[in-house]
């Protein structure tokens, strides 16, 4: 009879795992459910010797260089969220139902067509049959999914209690893919205005305004100032412009080598908090993280030392990382979450308050929650006035281009009329 090991969870949330015999995996989680216990993961022992593979499996692998091609492969953060919500959808589907996560990653990569969706299952099937646990698995695709999104896996895998975190996850994926949209729409417009302009300038630059200023010339005119700061700024971009760009690229590509040491990050990271504008919605968005995060791993019984390290680990903002560890620290030491917060300044008072409160009630979940709520609201909205803001900024400019454009024009063929009937 084959032999299966498997990962399962007690009623108290204490994982355990072993070895048992059955006639399949569906035998083995009916017994382990017979014993009080909620399986996590099954695996048949030493699969590769097995007599015979399924002409389902054979059929629906995926070959080495393909999963290659896949983890090299570049992948946008749209796409990265549409992947991993539209995978989280279709494990959540399965475990619900009562499948172990292990086999619904398996059954996912036999049955689905999808190229990528097929390739990721398939790289994480992989990685769980070698005994790794799901959290580890993910990690191998750091591109598609975020600490913030391995760390709620680990603490489902945890505590067995994986419906629940998957809903919210899948809930949490969809709040950013509505956000990226709502950016996207309201910037597409004016994207789109100035590349209309920008074709017409360079008509205008380039082509137009060279044969007024050799008309202009011929007849003894002369160019009026409006059209010599035009034509000015046309010589310009053509000598210097390349420089300039150049110049910003090799900046910018500085600053991205500096980004990746640790220093360079936590500088990067501490002066985006102090950037008008930017300083909000850096510290929004890594507030409504955490908060949403531990929220979600103190509900789900996550012990509190395992639920602070991993909340630790998926911040993403160094700096604001470096002040949540040492208020970790003093929570450890029995400080309360509130006091030690406020100790380290990682939240502003008015949520501490809120927290505070629900501390002494005894719901702490609540009190994350509800700033959570709050902070995400505000995100939206200055997600919002911001895209408002460059959107505002790019119609003004491309109205006073136009402008300038259109009254050189118009002022040097005046001046030239006017010259002619003198």
Not at 166 to 172: D, F, G, R, T
Not at 303 to 329: G, H, K, P, V
Not at 376 to 405: G, H, P, Y
């Amino acid at each position: 009879m084959p032999r299966f090991f498997y990962r399962a969870v007690n009623t108290n949330g204490h994982a355990t795992s072993g070895a048992v015999e059955a006639a399949d995996a569906a035998a083995v989680r009916k017994k382990l459910r017979n014993d009080g216990l909620t399986p996590v993961d099954i695996r048949r022992a030493n699969p590769a010797d097995s007599a015979h593979t399924s002409h389902r499996e054979k059929h629906t692998s995926v070959s080495s260089a393909e999963m290659e091609k896949f983890t090299k492969a570049q992948i946008s953060a749209g796409e990265a969220n549409k992947i991993s919500l539209e995978f989280f959808t279709r494990v959540h589907q399965l475990v619900d139902n009562g499948m172990p996560l292990g086999d619904a990653v398996k059954a996912l990569g036999q049955r689905l067509t999808v190229p990528r969706q097929k390739a990721l299952c398939a790289g994480l099937w992989q990685e769980l049959s070698k005994g790794a646990n799901m959290g580890d698995a993910l990690r191998r695709f750091p591109k598609i999914f975020d600490p913030t999104t391995i760390a709620m896996i680990e603490a489902g895998e945890a505590t067995g209690n994986l419906a629940p975190i998957l809903a919210n996850l899948i809930e949490m994926l969809n709040t950013r893919r509505e956000m990226r949209k709502e950016i996207l729409s309201g910037l597409s417009y004016p994207a789109f205005i100035l590349a209309v302009v920008f074709f017409v300038m360079i008509f205008v630059l380039f082509y137009l305004m060279p044969n007024v200023q050799t008309m202009m010339d011929s007849m003894g005119g002369e160019l009026t100032l409006p059209t010599r700061i035009v034509m000015g700024f046309a010589h310009f971009s053509l000598t210097g412009g390349p420089f300039i760009l150049a110049a910003l690229g090799g900046i910018a590509l500085v600053i991205r080598q500096w980004r990746k040491s640790e220093s360079g990050r936590m500088s990067i990271d501490r002066w985006m908090l102090q950037v008008p504008i930017v300083k909000d919605i850096a510290q929004n968005a890594e507030l409504c993280r955490m908060c949403n995060l531990t929220a979600v791993l103190l509900d789900s019984g996550v012990d509190t030392t395992d639920a602070l390290r991993l909340i630790e680990r998926a911040m993403q903002n160094r700096y604001l990382r470096s002040l949540f560890s040492s208020s970790r620290t003093l929570i450890s030491d029995g400080a309360s979450f509130a006091n030690a917060l406020r100790h380290n300044k990682v939240m502003p008072d008015m949520d501490l308050d809120i927290l505070s409160i629900s501390e002494d009630a005894g719901d702490l979940v609540a009190g994350f929650r509800s700033v959570y709520k709050s902070r995400n609201e505000e995100l939206r909205d200055q997600m919002k006035k911001l895209t408002v803001w460059i959107s505002t900024c790019a119609l003004l400019f491309v109205f006073a281009l136009v402008f300038l454009l259109v009254f050189g024009i118009v002022s040097s063929i005046l001046q030239l009329s006017s010259s002619v009937l003198g």
